[in-house]
């Protein structure tokens, strides 16, 4: 089993940039791939971003492209969402996402572990 925990989450002014953490324990995740998801209130779950086990391959949801930049550390079993020009409609809970494959894919339903998200919201 795997445990993530995200945080970094808060509230940003539009234009500004946060930075997410995912650290996982209970087994290291460096054959693993990771994700990152979001949901906005009243809205599905949907991609963020993604990246496989060894950083070599990542994806982006095509709106999020130039503004969020996925990353991983395996040394420190950890990954990371650098959200650079925040929009309002970035606000929503980020989930971290760990998936028993060391492919990165965009859908929800191929990751095994989750986190229990944080909350960012962005003010106009």
């Known amino acids: 089993q795997v445990q993530l925990v995200e945080s970094g989450g808060g509230l940003v002014q539009a234009g500004g940039s946060l930075r997410l953490s995912c650290a996982a324990s209970?087994?290291?995740?460096?054959?693993?791939?990771m994700g990152w998801f979001r949901q906005a209130p009243g809205k599905e779950r949907t991609f963020v971003a993604a990246?496989?086990?060894?950083?070599?391959?990542?994806y982006y949801a095509d709106s999020l492209k130039g503004r969020f930049t996925i990353s991983r550390d395996n040394a420190k079993n950890t990954a990371s969402l650098r959200m650079d020009s925040l929009k309002p409609e970035d606000t929503a809970v980020y989930y971290c996402?760990?998936?028993?494959?060391?492919?990165?894919?965009?859908?929800?339903?191929?990751?095994?572990?989750w986190g229990q998200g944080t909350q960012v919201t962005v003010s106009s």
């Open positions: 209970g087994r290291t995740i460096n054959l693993y791939a």
């Open positions: 996402a760990a998936r028993r494959n060391p492919v990165a894919t965009m859908i929800p339903h191929d990751y095994d572990f």
């Open positions: 990246i496989s086990w060894s950083g070599g391959v990542t």
